[in-house]
């Protein structure tokens, strides 16, 4: 759920041409639905259709999420 961006090359990342900016009207709308109900919830699983995983509130109960410190 990072961005990332990868500049391969020098010329690719420096590169002068014209880009043109979509106005608002013409992008899509992006709609996030957060999930609040524990049961059947695995952060990995990924839908079929969009390929997108589930996102949770950080601090929703039951749906918490820890990293274990070496």
């Known amino acids: 759920m990072t961005p990332v961006i990868l500049l391969s090359d020098g010329y690719l990342a420096n590169g002068s041409e014209p880009w043109r900016i979509p106005t608002l009207a013409e992008l899509p709308e992006l709609r996030?639905?957060?999930r609040t109900e524990p049961q059947g919830f695995f952060p990995y699983l990924r839908d079929e259709t969009t390929l997108?995983?589930?996102?949770?509130v950080p601090g929703t109960p039951d749906l918490e999420h820890r990293n274990?410190?070496?």
């Open 68 to 70: 274990r410190w070496p």
């Open 52 to 56: 997108s995983r589930p996102w949770v």
């Open 32 to 34: 996030v639905r957060f």
